[in-house]
């Protein structure tokens, strides 16, 4: 069947205006080129689509119903050409974008929230996994950004902070330790630990495990849940303690308390991530966007000094 755009387009003026001569002018066309395309285009559909007399045209049955179709087939095209423009300016399109529980639980939300704000046409996809998982991924072109937890220094990489935590110790309420102020980690050396696998939770254990042993001591892990929520969970339920950040326990349940560690003094980061070279255009947009962000905050700062 031979029938393109150019068919639909002619047919679609032709039944708006129900006249040859004012379809032919607003298509800026002759009025015989037009009668031969609707010829044309019922010959091939085997209907007709319009009456004709001296006196009037209008639409057949048929020619309604080829009408509405016509008109979602000359909108989709249209749809599809604008989406493709904007596809290729960077403009549409979709961001994968991975993240830890420490990097929902504080910044990334409101960084997805402003991303979206200024680039409204591309669309964001979370996928959550372990900092070890997220890195692979990236690698395989499975995700364009990475919130996980650093520093990450690996060649292909590119990284930039963008959120701190403080380490804190949390204890089912009752614990011995429930009514301190703080504590020092030599305190926790006898203590069962509920924590994250090894193996997934292995960055932040590069974090967390040289200063437990500058303490003297290496956790005992006695529990493992793959997340926060769960970690939280089995501490709730007595099974052990825990050391987390401030921004997870701002989302725990009731039943625990919060310790602030006396002898930490260097916070924990989580770094935004994406390959080096060869960034899609949605990639190198959110890219621009954290580095813009990160110069509004700087000349924030400076202004309230």
């Given at each position: 069947m031979k029938i393109g755009l150019r068919h639909i387009r002619y047919f679609l003026v032709l039944a708006e205006d129900l006249n040859f001569r004012r379809a032919s002018e607003h298509l800026h066309i002759s009025q015989p080129a037009l009668t031969r395309t609707i010829q044309h285009l019922e010959a091939e559909l085997q209907v007709t689509l319009f009456d004709r007399s001296q006196n009037f045209v209008r639409l057949t049955d048929a020619g309604r119903a080829f009408r509405e179709g016509g008109q979602r087939v000359l909108n989709g095209v249209e749809a599809t050409i604008d989406l493709t423009r904007r596809v290729s300016i960077?403009?549409?399109?979709?961001?994968?974008?991975?993240?830890?529980?420490?990097?929902?639980?504080?910044?990334?939300?409101?960084?997805?929230?402003?991303?979206?704000?200024?680039?409204p046409g591309i669309t964001v996809r979370p996928h959550h996994g372990v900092t070890a998982a997220q890195l692979q991924q990236l690698?395989?072109?499975?995700?364009?950004?990475?919130?996980?937890?650093?520093?990450?220094?690996?060649?292909?990489?590119?990284?930039?902070?963008?959120?701190?935590?403080?380490?804190?110790?949390?204890?089912?309420?009752?614990?011995?330790?429930?009514?301190?102020?703080?504590?020092?980690?030599?305190?926790?050396?006898?203590?069962?630990?509920?924590?994250?696998?090894?193996?997934?939770?292995?960055?932040?254990?590069?974090?967390?495990?040289?200063?437990?042993?500058?303490?003297?001591?290496?956790p005992r892990i006695v529990q493992?849940?793959?997340?926060?929520?769960?970690?939280?969970?089995?501490?709730?339920?007595?099974?052990?303690?825990t050391i987390l950040t401030e921004s997870i326990y701002d989302f725990a349940t009731g039943g625990l308390v919060p310790l602030p560690i006396s002898d930490i003094d260097d916070v924990m980061v989580t770094e935004a991530v994406w390959a080096s070279e060869n960034l899609r255009l949605p990639t190198q947009h959110f890219v621009d966007f954290l580095e813009q962000s990160d110069s509004h905050r700087l000349q924030g700062a400076q202004r309230l000094k």
């Open positions: 960077g403009e549409a399109g979709a961001l994968r974008v991975g993240y830890t529980d420490f990097a929902i639980a504080d910044a990334l939300p409101e960084l997805l929230k402003q991303f979206h704000q200024r680039h690698r395989d072109d499975k995700l364009d950004i990475g919130f996980v937890t650093g520093p990450v220094r690996q060649p292909g990489f590119r990284s930039r902070v963008v959120q701190t935590d403080r380490p804190i110790c949390i204890v089912p309420e009752g614990h011995r330790l429930a009514s301190r102020a703080s504590v020092e980690l030599a305190d926790l050396a006898d203590e069962d630990f509920v924590h994250g696998p090894t193996e997934a939770w292995a960055h932040f254990y590069d974090y967390l495990f040289p200063h437990c042993r500058k303490a003297g001591f290496q493992e849940a793959f997340n926060s929520v769960g970690i939280l969970g089995l501490v709730s339920c007595g099974m052990g303690i």
